[in-house]
């Protein structure tokens, strides 16, 4: 099993930044990709962004040069930096692993947190 617990979300004026944290603990042999995603009301869940195991990285275009994802292995925790944001970054913002335990390769999902842009 694989928690992962995120934290720094909040409520921003626009063109502010904010910080987001996972750090998943847990059972588990590996964890591979994590990663973003991010649900505002009325609208389905949508990636944000994505780091492998090996560094590799993919945004969405909404985010690109704005939002910078990256990871602490021996921390196991994926970290991301949101600049320049707009009322059109509001939104629950959940943390997304793959992890291989019990032999197996499982999804796991954070709990969420909230990220508010307004003046």
């Known amino acids: 099993q694989v928690q992962l617990v995120e934290s720094g979300g909040g409520l921003v004026q626009p063109g502010g930044s904010l910080r987001l944290s996972c750090a998943a603990s847990?059972?588990?042999?590996?964890?591979?990709?994590m990663g973003w995603y991010r649900q505002a009301p009325g609208k389905q869940r949508e990636l944000v962004a994505t780091?492998?195991?090996?560094?590799?990285?993919n945004y969405a275009d909404s985010v690109k040069g704005r939002f910078t994802i990256s990871r602490d292995n021996a921390k196991n925790t994926v970290y991301l930096e949101m600049n320049s944001l707009n009322s059109e970054d509001t939104a629950v913002y959940y943390c997304?692993?793959?992890?291989?335990?019990?032999?197996?390769?499982?999804?796991?999902w954070g709990q969420g947190t909230q990220v508010t842009v307004s003046s």
């Open positions: 997304k692993t793959s992890a291989q335990t019990m032999g197996a390769l499982y999804v796991y």
């Open positions: 847990g059972s588990f042999f590996s964890i591979y990709t």
């Open positions: 780091i492998s195991d090996g560094g590799r990285i």
